[in-house]
């Protein structure tokens, strides 16, 4: 096959590239950009005009809960592939925690190979860092990474045991692959279900407070410093922990971070009329941690932007704020919400795109994230101007959860291109 994409504003930070340019894709790669006109002559299977629109890396995501095997009630890999792909995100990294867990290369070639199958995005396992996730007994880390995953985590079930996580570090050092960390005390959080402040104590829900994110990610940096193995913080929602990880930098820690679109878009005070689709871990902050997290973005300690993407089914989420799990859907809502980051001038179209496409490739160590010559044809095409209304009903994830249905935001992918083949375009 040998496609156009023509007449686009192509913004690739892998090449410095922010230009009207035409890209040329033979077979499953990039075979060449540039600004010469197309002439009649050409011969191309497919042309795709894309004047006015924004033509990228595809997005790479790499903080995602496609609750496969287990909890198919939820998500599957075809439905969050589906939601992914309409999202604009080409590559995804999935989280262990899984039932049974990804604890080893059983289910990461469980995982793969599905995602192979089905052809719409590609999908790379992280594996788990205990087995079970039960923070007692190192997980198979090494013979995970071998079938295929990218990094390890026991995500929303942080280790606590040290001793453990030393020696799950020491093997991420001298293998190269990042240990990705949910941060969190959980004997400061035991319970709570909100954020502890003026949400919380009026509707008379425990708190979970900001320390106890704090002093998860001092204690995971210490270790990192101490193996110089490459931590990777989840979800980052403080304005003291975008301050402990600044530091952290500083001294030279091999650190890197994210946030999500929900912590830099929502405060505690958005929350309305205690409704269960605005719970996730970590809790939605106060507007002066929100506004920290812009400022990470802006400055750089925050590296990348994840969607922490956790479907639940709707009969879990009516169970009332206390008694519903934690976690929203976001594959299909993040573009968007981060261009108001460009909308605000916060950072410009370039950076968002690396934020959240090269920057998390480079992270896990995939061949994604670049329109370079020679690497695959992951690309999304997408109008930055574009007014859409949310509308849970019609997004592809299986679940439904999000906080933002029924408001109206600006930015809407037009076409995604996974491995040369578009996958999704839009109505």
Do not use: W
């Not at 942080?158 to 004997?187: G, Q, T, W």
Request: aromatic letters at 6%; hydrophobic letters at 35%.
């Amino acid at each position: 096959m040998k496609i156009l994409i023509k007449n686009g504003l192509v913004v690739d930070p892998s090449q410095n590239l922010n230009q009207i340019m035409n890209i040329e894709i033979r077979d499953d790669y990039i075979f060449n950009i540039n600004q010469r006109k197309v002439l009649k002559t050409d011969s191309y299977d497919e042309i795709i005009d894309a004047k006015g629109l924004v033509v990228s890396p595809g997005l790479v995501d790499i903080h995602v809960h496609l609750r496969d095997p287990g909890f198919k009630h939820k998500e599957t890999i075809k439905t969050g592939s589906l939601a992914s792909v309409a999202g604009g995100f080409t590559s995804i990294a999935c989280m262990p925690n899984t039932s049974p867990a990804n604890d080893n290369p059983k289910i990461t070639k469980y995982i793969i190979k599905k995602a192979r199958d089905l052809g719409l995005v590609n999908i790379f396992p992280i594996g788990a860092i205990t087995k079970s996730l039960n923070n007692l007994k190192l997980a198979m880390i090494l013979e995970n990474i071998k079938a295929g995953c990218v990094g390890i985590s026991d995500d929303g079930f942080p280790v606590s045991n040290s001793r453990l996580l030393y020696a799950a570090m020491e093997i991420a050092k001298k293998n190269s692959f990042p240990v990705i960390s949910h941060c969190e005390d959980c004997s400061f959080s035991l319970d709570g279900v909100a954020n502890e402040g003026t949400f919380s104590k009026k509707n008379g829900l425990k708190g979970i407070p900001n320390i106890s994110e704090e002093l998860g990610i001092i204690k995971d940096i210490a270790l990192a410093e101490y193996t110089n193995a490459h931590l990777h913080v989840c979800h980052v929602s403080t304005k003291n922990s975008v301050e402990i990880i600044k530091n952290a930098k500083r001294r030279g820690v091999k650190v890197t971070c994210e946030a999500t679109p929900h912590h830099f878009t929502l405060s505690d005070k958005d929350i309305k009329d205690c409704d269960p689709n605005f719970k996730m871990n970590p809790p939605l902050r106060s507007r002066e941690d929100v506004d920290a997290i812009v400022q990470g973005l802006s400055d750089g300690t925050i590296d990348i932007i994840a969607t922490d993407h956790a479907p639940h089914a709707e009969k879990e989420k009516k169970k009332g704020f206390k008694k519903a799990p934690f976690g929203i859907i976001g594959l299909e809502t993040a573009l968007p919400l981060s261009l108001s980051l460009v909308e605000k001038k916060r950072v410009s179209l370039s950076k968002l795109i690396r934020i959240m496409s090269t920057k998390p490739a480079e992270i896990i160590n995939i061949k994604r994230g670049s329109l370079k010559k020679g690497f695959k044809a992951d690309i999304v095409i997408f109008d930055k101007n574009k007014k859409v209304r949310v509308n849970k009903e019609l997004m592809y994830s299986k679940s439904r959860n999000t906080p933002f249905n029924g408001i109206k935001l600006k930015g809407k992918v037009i076409r995604t291109i996974v491995n040369g083949k578009t996958v999704y375009t839009s109505n």
